[in-house]
């Protein structure tokens, strides 16, 4: 089967504080795409990276930095020195078949207070 | 560039009467999906189209619901009989296959239904 967990429902930080959210996945394609999506207050859905599985190099990017770990079907995302503008519903997402199906992971929402 | 264009933003309508949502994606991109997010059931796909023709409808939650492409830039996705439990948010996102981003979405800003 294929599926996406994000065991942490809602995770809440105090400003400057690094925070770490988990994925998990499940696939039985050989190929496949890992990605992050931020969904802020305002409800749109942003891209933040993505990762083919054949290429398991960390990734940094600003404060934000990517853990991708075939061996435990991990793929999670931290935020260092975190601030209130990160706050939003962060999605994990697995695209199969070729980049052609996309699923979603349940969402962690992040609060970071000031 | 223009991003993924939805129409309407928000509809309220009432129970029975039929719903029209309509998405204009990305010139260029080849593939377009239908997602709706609820609290209950998180994002879940729905529907997707590569080169106007549906792949994979098997998300859509039944016959009341249907989704067309007739051409590149345009897809709606329709609810006939619309209920309460439709009330979410519409997402159309495309994407560019067979390029170096593959699975990557460009999400368009969502229609929100209430079907009171």
């Known amino acids: 089967a294929q599926k996406v967990t994000q065991a942490q429902t809602e995770i809440s930080v105090v400003e400057k504080e690094d925070v770490t959210l988990d994925c998990v996945y499940e696939?039985?394609?050989?190929?496949?795409?890992l990605f992050w999506y931020k969904q802020p207050p305002s409800g749109e859905l942003v891209f933040l990276i993505r990762?083919?599985?054949?290429?398991?190099q960390n990734e940094i990017s600003g404060r934000y930095s990517w853990n991708f770990q075939k061996s435990t079907s991990s793929f999670n995302f931290t935020i260092t020195a975190s601030q209130v503008v990160d706050s939003a519903v962060y999605f994990c997402?697995?695209?199969?078949?070729?980049?052609?199906?996309?699923?979603f992971g349940a969402g962690t929402r992040l609060f970071v207070k000031a | 560039d223009a991003g993924v264009i939805q129409s309407p933003r928000h509809e309220v309508t009432e129970m029975g009467q039929e719903v029209t949502l309509r998405c204009k994606p990305i010139?260029?991109?080849?593939?377009l999906f239908w997602y709706r997010q609820t609290m209950m059931r998180g994002l879940e796909l729905l529907i997707y189209?590569?080169?106007?023709?549906?792949?994979?409808d098997s998300g859509m939650p039944e016959d009341r619901f249907s989704a067309k492409m007739p051409n590149a830039s345009f897809s709606t996705l329709k609810i006939q009989p619309s209920e309460p439990r439709d009330s979410a948010v519409y997402f159309c996102?495309?994407?560019?296959?067979?390029?170096?981003?593959?699975?990557?979405?460009?999400f368009g800003e969502g229609s929100r239904l209430t079907v009171l």
């Open positions: 996102a495309s994407s560019f296959l067979a390029s170096g981003r593959a699975g990557e979405l460009f």
């Open positions: 696939t039985r394609d050989t190929t496949y795409y």
């Open positions: 990762r083919n599985s054949f290429d398991e």
């Open positions: 997402a697995l695209s199969y078949t070729g980049g052609f199906k996309t699923i």
């Open positions: 010139s260029g991109h080849n593939s």
């Open positions: 189209f590569n080169n106007n023709v549906p792949i994979d």
